[in-house]
């Protein structure tokens, strides 16, 4: 399914962060990764996949993913892949 529709359906999304862990061994990097989400009828997240993940934060970011929720669907469930780039700053 697009991006757009499945956003579109969005109820809840809470925002992924990536632990302080990760954040201090990449400082000045962009980090990439992409999930693919599927919710159930229901509107809950059925499963959350890690089609491209980033050591160490998977765990974190694929237990806020599984706090979104959608509109309930009639009958059918819905995915998409949702990709997340994470630019972590320098600190001044």
Request: include cysteine; charged fraction near 20%.
């Amino acid at each position: 399914m697009p991006l757009q529709f499945f956003e579109a359906q969005l109820l809840e999304k809470p925002a992924p962060h990536l632990p302080d862990g990760v954040k201090i061994a990449h400082v000045g990097e962009q980090l990439v990764a992409l999930y693919k989400v599927c919710a159930a009828p229901d509107g809950t997240m059925a499963t959350v996949s890690i089609m491209e993940g980033i050591p160490g934060a998977d765990a974190a970011i694929v237990d806020t993913l599984r706090h979104w929720r959608v509109r309930p669907q009639a009958g059918l469930g819905i995915c998409t892949l949702s990709r997340f780039v994470f630019s972590i700053s320098k600190a001044r």
